[in-house]
């Protein structure tokens, strides 16, 4: 059987999983970004998506689309066009607000498959959703490298989207307490709260870029001394650690038991108190990492997860 022609939808601006699951797979990957800012406007904009996804569908007609959720309701139209579908499941649409969201289930068990991104996560789907098949596959990783640049010795990247799971009080009291250090952070600042906002706005010693394009957030992140990724939410794979890996970059990171089995041998850990962090960031030195055998390791698991799920794939999609 030849292979199937696959897309993979991203109702968001960018994401590097997707991305580089879309570069392992051979898909047409489509990002499909937010056209209104206005929450109060979301209904609208989740109808706009809807109806890009169709005129996606009719213009390549895939044998298999692949969603990025939230949010689950993506697979509308896959549903109503009777295309096989996958659910790449991020951890909040497993924990939280999003796997009570009405019909989540219902989309999930029809799915061919459910991604959850890594092992701990995989328990809880498959409590959640025991008539779905559910596997696990890690982020795939892919070198970022920039020669050119030049790593600074007081520039910190911290990776973050502003979500409910990142502690960003203790981030924007980190860096108040750090004058000698110039932080960059690229999440929405529209996101938080009046005063969170204020209080970055005074900073002088934070970089608030908003999205960038690719090039320009890997030139940050290949000339930062370290990049910080904090999350409260036990079970999680941050994305920004596997970007740290693909970049040989030195990497603070929550805590966890996920985050010590991933990262265990080279990461610096931290508890998520201000002077947890203030200390691991003072007591980081200019080094030069080679993360290569972690990532030959890491990828030659995620090779073994990409064959089995194309076979598995081609095996059940009807020609």
């Given amino acids: 059987m030849n292979s199937p022609r696959i897309s993979y939808i991203v109702w968001k601006k960018y994401q590097r999983r997707a991305e580089v699951m879309a570069w392992y797979l051979d898909a047409h990957i489509e990002f499909i970004p937010h056209l209104f800012s206005n929450k109060y406007l979301r209904p609208l904009d989740y109808l706009l998506k809807l109806l890009t996804t169709v005129k996606h569908i009719i213009k390549y007609q895939p044998d298999l689309l692949i969603f990025q959720a939230p949010p689950v309701f993506a697979a509308i139209p896959a549903l109503l066009m009777r295309v096989p579908y996958i659910i790449d499941a991020h951890n909040v649409a497993i924990q939280g607000f999003w796997s009570k969201v009405p019909m989540t289930k219902y989309f999930m068990d029809r799915a061919m498959a459910v991604i959850v991104h890594n092992s701990e996560i995989l328990q809880n789907a498959q409590q959640l959703f025991p008539n779905s098949y559910v596997m696990s596959i890690l982020d795939p990783l892919k070198i970022i490298s920039r020669p050119e640049k030049r790593r600074l010795q007081n520039q910190i990247l911290v990776i973050c989207s502003f979500a409910s799971d990142e502690p960003i009080d203790v981030i924007i009291e980190t860096i108040s307490q750090l004058e000698k250090y110039n932080f960059i952070i690229t999440a929405d600042i529209n996101k938080l709260k009046l005063k969170q906002r204020q209080r970055l706005y005074k900073l002088k010693n934070v ?26 939410r036990d079970s ?84």
Wanted: some cysteine.
């Fill in 207 to 232: 970089l608030l870029t908003g999205f960038l394009a690719t090039e320009k957030y890997h030139s940050f992140l290949c000339s930062s001394l370290a990049v910080l990724v904090l999350t409260t």
């Fill in 236 to 319: 999680t794979q941050p994305s920004g650690a596997c970007e740290a890996l693909s970049s040989n970059t030195q990497l603070i990171v929550s805590d966890t038991s996920l985050t010590r089995k991933l990262f265990g041998e080279w990461a610096i850990f931290v508890n998520n108190s201000v002077e947890s962090i203030v200390e691991a960031i003072k007591s980081l030195q200019m080094l030069e990492l080679n993360l290569e055998n972690y990532r030959n390791i890491w990828n030659s698991s995620i090779e073994e997860s990409m064959i089995n799920l194309k076979l598995y794939a081609s095996s059940n999609i009807k020609k």
